[in-house]
């Protein structure tokens, strides 16, 4: 992987974060790389949506 992807990655990992930490009221730190969506953060289809929504803006 270039250097310029691995930064996209980040990136994009950050603002998911960033998002999902707001949205669901949990901390930045509990959302990691192999978390999952409803099991590890109790998320649901409308949390799902929502996130979706954002980052097509």
Not at 5 to 21: D, G, K, N, W
Request: proline share 2%; no cysteine.
């Amino acid at each position: 992987m270039t250097e310029a992807a691995a930064t996209s990655r980040e990136q994009i990992f950050e603002m998911v974060r960033t998002h999902l930490s707001t949205e669901l009221e949990i901390e930045p730190a509990e959302i990691e790389d192999e978390v999952r969506f409803r099991e590890d953060l109790d998320a649901d289809s409308l949390d799902l949506y929502e996130l979706v929504m954002e980052l097509e803006d």
